[in-house]
């Protein structure tokens, strides 16, 4: 297929390109962080998002090559900011399962250290897929990637079939609850009930939590009414190149 071809080459050519969604912290009123997500400048069919072409770099092998860049991109992003004045207290960057290998937390350091970011402004997601592959594997990777300083996120959370124990067994810092249960909460009161347990599940065990694909005022006003402050969303900000995100990194007046 055409586009194999050109994706094998396209980290060489330099067509890949990280566009960042922020976090808003609602109390404090600022953007707290910002997902880096990719996608490929293809130079005749234009910008091309991930699902088209995740999927097949996984395929083909090229995704834990892919996958540093992404690290490595963010971490230079994050500096780039900083020489501008502008801070961006942290970065989240999605990991694939099959980068997620013994040998990647040796990566990732190599990386802060090339790079000279303060590896608490590093956070990775994953997961529960991911994480669950192999447990006491994971609990030695998770356990060297806590260890460099950079946190962990679990994405989509409550969509994989794991099951809780991991939560507590893992050194993690963070759940991302899945969209669908954001858009769930404010159509039942199944789907409420859900998010509020997830949210009080949270605060026992210590995690920070982000909630995903919030769009309406109807979904923001009650993920942050049952302390689910952080949000992620289209109703602040879709996926937005570097330079439209630093202006949203200004304390807001
Ligand atoms: O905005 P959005 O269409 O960007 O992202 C779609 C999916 O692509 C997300 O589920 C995200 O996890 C995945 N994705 C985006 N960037 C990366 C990346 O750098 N590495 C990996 N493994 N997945 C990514
Ligand atoms: O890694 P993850 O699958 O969580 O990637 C986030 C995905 O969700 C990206 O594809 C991003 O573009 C998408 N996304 C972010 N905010 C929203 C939103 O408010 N609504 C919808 N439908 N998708 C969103
Ligand atoms: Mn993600
Ligand atoms: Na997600």
Redesign the pocket.
Known sequence: LALENDLRKALENNELV??Y?PQVDTQAGKVVGAE????WRHPEQGLI???RF?PLAEEMGL?AA??EW?IREACNQVKRFAAAGVVLPKVA????AL?FTPSFSRKVRAILEETGVDPGVLEL?LTEGVVMGDTSTSVQALGELRDLGVSLSI??FGTGYSSLSYLSRFPLDELKIDRSFVVDAVESEEGASLVRAIVAMAQGLGLKLVAEGVETLEQYDFMTATGATVIQGYLFSP?VPADELAPLLSPWH
Do not use: K, W
């Open positions: 990280l566009f969604q880096a997500l990719m996608r998002p991930p699902f995740i995704i892919m996958g992404t960057v999605n990991v694939s980068q997601e994405d989509d996926p």
